[in-house]
């Protein structure tokens, strides 16, 4: 087993220096806001990158976008939108609970995912009740955790050149009073599962009142069990899901909080139920009872992720064994060199984990776009990236504790 | 100058109950979402109203919906909704910081004006730091400051007989460590505009630290002159704008937190900057620069307006001297038994402050809406009411403290 490191310095990645900035900054509640793969894909990006040029496969996003259901439903909607329909809202939630077999107080609706992560940290942890993510894994957690004063104990992923799944023992021994125990399935940037034993291992042995925050967004892509039935079995386990992955809807906006009803209370409190956008409240409805959506676009992306991670492994690389819609690239020099030769090139993957630098993420763009992500990174590859560093970050971002990953 | 009553059981208008049950369910953080228009409007309709069916003037929205420039844009841009799509939000934010003279950092972009007007009163009151707010007016400020523990303090609108404006000399009186005084200008419920000459000297005589949030939902509606300049001036304020009202996106949900970056930032902290839907984006810009859409809404809506009042008036009846799209309407009787006689008939009105129970607001609907409106209320009025209760509340309601409102 792998000892987690407990100095959230030395084991976020953050410099020192960094960590100070931060540490200031969230002692007087600023400079934080929600954090969010759109946010982190940005920050990335130079400042002028235009997103109608170029390949994008950064963010974790759909290319697909939207089913042909939800652009329909959209459209549809377009001439109510002077009211806030909030029954619609309340329909989204009962259909989602009733095709899971739940009661509707179990379900709250929010756009996105983002939202119910960054409350949920701030709700259930605090000096004393530390977060514990996995390394590499999805930063966000961090940040609301930089705001609700806890430490962050980042576990190491277990079996980083295998599997690379959650560490469920190390990261159950990593605090005797975690807050919040945040687990990606599959994760994210991996790609990777943790089995349903692990998942049940660390529900199962987590402290009494420790809320599992168990992030599903990518669960429609792989065949991982869902979570759900913790929640329905009475767990302290809150699972979130959004429409902005499989579903293609990034840029809509529409996710779920699935819990008992007194924890979703607690994480609504600090920001929850705003009226929601009912052109995604729309095109979700569109995408949820659209049976064939989810096989055919799982088969889709699985044959494309499949293709590239067979090619990239002819080519002598080593990818991790993704059932996602990304997979984290082992490129053998500084990650941020390749990120930047590409970036040159209109092609932009990433981002980099300080835990992993020689690593970049990929996601899993259309047949098109991947095409030409191996053309340009055999032709970086070819080529030396000697001291390329990435462009400077946005301006709107550098305020942002985002630093670190460039 | 009429006293402000610092009890917060007795001046909120809540039953000693219900405020234990608030404190008891604020203390372990449950129970208290974002409080929005909507919510608010639903938490009053009966559990099985239809949206679809009769006329829905209780929640402030313009019949109108999107300009055409709007419905346009959200059509053209639903292709794109698998992005995220960050740098068209950015853009946004810095087109209205140009139209406004503003650098784009004073400019923070939210789906509407709920969440912003929640996180300000998160970030800014505590036990030790009171919530000052007017009385009737818009309450979603304090059930945020339910959640920080503030007290609330409100105070009685000043001739409320009459222009029934912010008493802005008793507000200030009210606390001597306000956290957060907040003025919607028009007001919400009344439509009644505080002059320019009081809302300066609020700002220039509030304590140094505390926060004056400006609530502009309204401010299209009428010939108020905007409070944008204390924000360029440095002054503690932040001013809130919505698409929902004029422009008709309240289902779109878009909207800004205009304030100097150091107070926006905190309040972002806890929530701010997720992503957008890019529907709101793109149906805000497209209505931001279609430059007759304010002045073509503002004439219609204040004819439809001026007809209703003059018409009450003509019939008899007292209501604040709106210049926005909702007043309120002294029904000299409780205003529950009107609301629920009207709501039999299919005529949503509403809803019922405590500090004036013999009043229901009423939202300018169009002019066939407000035909049947006049129609139903003369009816209504010609017979009794005694002992009419509105119907219970929505069950998803029943759970927040929405009761007093019935």
């Known amino acids: 087993m792998q000892t987690p490191i407990l100095d959230p310095v030395a084991c976020s990645g953050l410099s020192r220096r960094n960590f100070l900035r931060i540490a200031a900054a969230t ?62 809202q309340m329909e989204l939630g009962e259909t989602f609970a009733k095709m899971e077999g739940f009661d509707p107080s179990y379900v709250d609706v929010y756009a996105g995912s983002s939202e119910p992560l960054h409350f949920t940290v701030l709700a259930f942890t605090s000096k004393d009740k530390p977060l514990v993510i996995a390394d590499p894994g999805y930063e966000a957690p961090m940040w609301a955790a930089n705001i609700s004063g806890a430490p962050i104990i980042k576990v190491p992923l277990l079996d980083p050149k295998g599997a690379a ?24 940037p991996t790609g990777t599962v943790t089995s349903r034993e692990d998942v049940e291992y660390l529900v199962s042995k987590a402290p009494k009142g420790t809320v599992i925050l168990i992030d599903e967004a990518y669960i429609h892509l792989s065949d991982a069990q869902p979570s759900l039935d ?58 949820l009872i659209d049976t064939d959506l989810v096989p055919t676009r799982k088969k ?35 990650g941020k060199e390749v990120y930047a030769a590409m970036a040159q090139k209109d092609v932009y993957i990433g981002r980099i984990w300080p835990a992993w630098p020689n690593c970049v993420r990929v996601t899993v763009g259309s047949r098109e776009e991947m095409a030409v992500f ?15 560093e990435p462009q400077p970050i946005h301006e709107r971002m550098r305020e942002t504790p985002f630093a670190y990953l460039s």
Chains 1, 2 share one sequence.
């Open 27 to 88: 002692s007087a509640l600023a400079s934080v806001p929600v954090l969010t793969e759109s946010r982190l894909a940005f920050a990335q990006r130079p400042k002028f990158a235009d997103p109608n040029k170029g390949i994008h496969i950064d963010a974790n996003e759909n290319p697909l976008g939207p089913s042909e259901s939800a652009r329909k439903a959209i459209a549809e909607i377009i001439p109510k939108g002077g009211r806030y329909e909030f029954p619609m």
């Open 165 to 188: 799944t959650h560490d469920v023992k190390a990261m159950l021994a990593a605090s005797t009073t975690p807050g919040v125990i945040y687990l990606c399935n599959p994760n994210n």
């Open 230 to 287: 913790f929640v329905k079995d009475g767990k302290d386990v809150i699972v979130l899901r959004t429409f902005s992955k499989l579903y293609g809807m990034a840029g809509i906006r529409m996710g779920f909080a699935i819990g008992r009803p007194d924890l979703l209370k607690q994480i609504a409190t600090f920001g929850g139920q705003n009226s929601m956008p009912i052109t995604a409240i729309a095109a979700a409805k569109a995408s």
């Open 300 to 334: 889709l992306i699985g044959e494309i992720r499949a293709e590239n991670l067979a090619w990239l492994k002819s080519e002598g690389y080593h990818a991790t064994p993704s059932v996602s819609n990304c997979f984290m690239l082992d490129v053998r020099r500084p």
């Open 374 to 388: 191996q053309k340009t990174f055999k032709e970086v590859m070819s080529g030396s990236t000697a001291g390329l």
